[in-house]
């Protein structure tokens, strides 16, 4: 198989590359070790996750890929059985909240991808306050508005603020050289705003990962997410069905192929060499166990873990332990349990600021009142210092998901926990996490038999390293850039990174003399295009929406 | 239609339809033929459209097919969990003149029990019927007039036009053993010419048949109210969010 790319990995972001490459008009190959689609974002069954941490965890000899999936993830734990029904469960190894408006979705809508998957509005963000106590964040300045906990004067602060936020704030008095100090003491100086209200502010609004985090990219965030509401629905993100990311690596997968790429999965990658001297002429030939024909492109596209062509001459760079800054190492868990969670106060408590507008109405039309929102899609934050036993630095995160977002079968949630460490540890995964486990499992609906919280049916514990930004040994050999661990940034991120990555290889395809080749829908016969824009217009042949 | 959008809508219902089957058995003709009644001889290897939409009509409903060609993803078993997701029918496909491709369609369905939805309806048809038939014969059921894409065929299938005596002999999978099979495992079972249009509406109008569309329908309403109108995706069906509903919003903030 002779293509001019070949991507290596087929998480979010090699796949949004390789399905700009296969639209633009490149042949394409696109090849995963794993058997399943999505690589370290992948969406995987029950069984797949436990096989997943099982050789991850393992240390037989295996493959060079395996190998760097070892480092990659580490202090892997498991405890419970694994439930039945594993086919129905969506895990992601990527949680992830979407914004409404931002790089992913435009790229869903101008690939048409969007049509492949869908996406449920995000319910609830919460703050944890204390044990058993949380408080709702208000998304929105409608929802600052309408709260009934903040005193008046709180209100117009806020209310200020989001103001602030949501305009163009850049170069404004305010800011002035106060935009890289610590956002909480900007939140506090500026607009004395502090206490609960900041720290809502900072973790749950701006999704800060400490309290020293500076303030422009906080407010920018702010007001991509202000922004963002409204659009789909009140709330500013989306949490893609099926497990989020992998399902929609798998959708730009799709439509890759659908414009002529190859795609070989579960294959090991037993060489790659390289072909023909100097610069010019340089073709990369990439052997496949168990698969006799090989494959030689012009260009190399991978993803952290995969083997580089053997390039004798450039010593290849091993440097990296510098990330970007939104780059943690972080602890996780993925724990299944029965019970729905609140974020409603009990019943009897005098206020209960979590009833919906439609339980309200519901409500006033004198139907049976709502006992407790029981939530199916949801984000609980955990402050720096919220919790006995949690980090006093970090915020950490509980997202929820559940039948809603078709992850779990009915009866069963997926809760994913996330803590990015700031020191170094030699702290387990299930350590770190178990106190924020524990009491967000404290928020579960009391079962009318037993009021003790939940134990989950199962978890895995495991800390995920960032991947080390490598410099590529040549110019036709690009690596994937590591996107921010941002619960509210990951899927952004890993877009931007695709399309730079699209457009690195058109250059570098370019300098090889190579350009794309389209067949235009009028005539059969193929044509030389150029490479004006990340996604060509949609043909009317792909849009399945004709009126009848 | 005279009833007008609305009425039809309300008794319209999307079926995902996916199609399988090795290389070359002419998934994709077999839906062309459907879809846009056409034939070509000499069609390349997958490569177009994300999928095509076909409606269906049945007495007083009309079913709208989403068709999904496999794209290629099959080649290396290669196929995406999603391909499979939501799918309430599927035709695998083989090839009349070649018995591994009756193997590998068992294969599939096996794949289909194991991955998809467990009420999703399998037809099996084996394709390329025409060339196994004298050409006298063709059949006068076919509702296509096949005057282009006849000519220039030079590096077809081989065995094209074949004279009658031959005809027979190329066919490698007879029709009783393949018929026996379907009735085991529970599929519908047609021989197709996607050339000819042989069989090709038959087994779509029979697949919607049994389809359980007022299932579908209660399903459906229940999630979100208003699906099986003009527009609604597969999103749209499960209570979703549509992305392009507020498209014109979000190009404001794309700096394209």
């Known amino acids: ?548 | 239609m005279a009833d007008g959008a609305s009425g039809s809508a309300e008794r319209s219902v999307q079926v995902k339809l996916v199609l399988l089957g090795e290389a070359a058995v002419g998934k994709s003709s077999v839906v062309l033929r459907f879809v846009s009644n056409e034939f070509q001889a000499n069609k390349e290897p997958t490569i177009g459209a994300a999928f095509l939409t076909q409606k269906c009509r049945l007495e007083d409903r009309v079913l709208r097919y989403e068709i999904w060609d496999t794209a290629g993803q099959e080649r290396f078993h290669s196929l995406a969990p999603m391909y499979y997701r939501n799918a309430q029918a599927a035709v695998v496909v083989y090839d009349v003149t070649k018995a591994s491709s009756l193997d590998k369609a068992k294969t599939w369905v096996k794949e289909l029990q194991r991955q998809a939805n467990p009420n999703i309806v399998i037809a099996l048809a084996g394709n390329k019927v025409d060339l196994v038939q004298p050409s006298s014969s063709s059949p006068a059921a076919s509702p296509t007039p096949e005057s282009e894409d006849e000519a220039d065929d030079a590096t077809a299938t081989p065995g094209e036009a074949p004279a009658s005596g031959e005809a027979e002999s190329l066919r490698q999978v007879p029709r009783e053993e393949a018929e026996a099979y379907a009735q085991e495992a529970g599929l519908l079972f047609f021989e197709t010419s996607a050339k000819t249009g042989e069989g090709v509406v038959e087994l779509f109008t029979e697949i919607a048949k049994k389809i359980p569309i007022d299932q579908i329908l209660a399903s459906a309403r229940g999630n979100t109210g208003r699906t099986g109108a003009a527009g609604s995706r597969a999103a749209g069906q499960e209570g979703g969010v549509n992305l392009e509903e507020n498209a014109a919003k979000g190009k404001e903030s794309c700096n394209c």
């Open chain 1, 1 to 548: 198989m002779d293509v001019d790319a070949v991507v290596l990995g087929s998480g979010l972001t090699e796949s949004i590359t390789a399905a700009a490459l296969s639209k633009a008009g490149y042949k394409v190959a696109h090849l995963d070790v794993n058997p399943y689609y999505g690589g370290d974002n992948a969406s995987l069954t029950v069984d797949e996750l436990v096989t997943w941490a099982d050789e991850r965890a393992g240390d037989a000899p295996s493959t060079s890929y395996v190998s760097a999936q070892r480092s990659k993830y580490t202090s892997i734990s498991k405890s419970g059985s694994s439930p039945p029904q594993s086919r129905q469960y969506s895990i992601s190894l990527s949680p992830t909240i979407i914004p409404s408006i931002g790089p992913l979705i435009d790229a869903l809508i101008a690939s048409g991808v969007s049509r492949y998957g869908g996406f449920k509005l995000l319910e609830k963000v919460a703050i944890y306050t204390g044990p058993g106590s949380v408080k709702p964040v208000p998304g929105s300045k409608e929802d600052v508005f309408k709260n009934k906990e903040l005193s008046l004067l709180e209100k117009r602060r806020l209310m200020r603020f989001l103001m602030f936020a949501a305009g163009d704030f850049e170069g404004k008095k305010e800011l002035e050289s106060k935009e890289d100090s610590p956002f909480i003491e900007f939140l506090r100086d500026v607009f004395s705003l502090d206490g609960q209200t900041a720290a809502a502010i900072a973790y749950a609004l701006a999704f800060c990962t400490s309290a020293t985090e500076p303030t422009l990219p906080s407010l920018q965030r702010i007001r991509k997410y202000l922004r963002s509401t409204g659009r789909y629905g009140p709330s500013p993100f989306l949490v893609g069905h099926y497990g989020g990311l992998g399902e929609i690596a798998q959708g730009f997968c799709r439509t890759a192929a659908v414009s002529g790429a190859a795609y070989i999965l579960a294959h090991n990658i037993s060489s790659i060499h390289t072909v023909g001297d100097g610069e010019a002429d340089r073709k990369y030939k990439i052997g496949l166990e168990g698969l006799e024909e090989t494959i030689t492109c012009d260009l190399l596209v991978s993803s952290s873990g995969y083997p580089s062509p053997e390039e004798p001459s450039t010593g290849a760079d091993t440097s990296g332990s510098s990330t970007s800054s939104t780059s943690y190492h972080v602890a996780r868990a993925v724990a299944i349990i029965d019970r729905p969670l609140t974020f409603s106060s009990p019943p009897e408590g005098a206020t209960d600021l979590f009833v919906s507008e439609e339980a309200e109405e519901e409500l006033a039309e004198g139907e049976q009142p709502p006992t407790r929102q029981e939530l199916d899609t949801a984000l609980l934050v955990f402050p720096p210092s919220s919790l006995p036993g949690g980090s006093s630095q970090a915020a950490a995160n509980a997202l929820v998901t559940s039948e809603g977002s078709m992850s779990a079968p009915k009866g069963k949630w997926i809760l994913y926990l996330s803590l990015p460490l700031l020191d170094a540890t030699t702290a387990s995964a299930e350590a770190l996490l178990r106190p924020y486990l524990d009491a967000t499992l404290t928020l579960a609906v009391p079962d009318a038999t037993s009021p003790a919280p939940p134990k989950p049916l199962f978890a895995v514990f495991y800390i995920e390293h960032p991947d080390a930004p490598a410099a590529a040994p040549s110019p036709s050999v690009l690596r994937a850039p590591p996107s921010s661990t941002l619960i509210s940034e990951q899927a952004d991120s890993a877009t931007a990174n695709a399309e730079a990555l699209f457009w690195k290889a058109a250059e570098a395809l370019g300098a090889a003399g190579i350009r794309p080749k389209r067949t235009p829908e009028a005539e059969g016969e193929e044509v030389e295009v150029d490479v004006d824009s990340f996604w060509p217009p949609l043909d009317m042949i792909d849009d399945p929406s004709e009126d009848w």
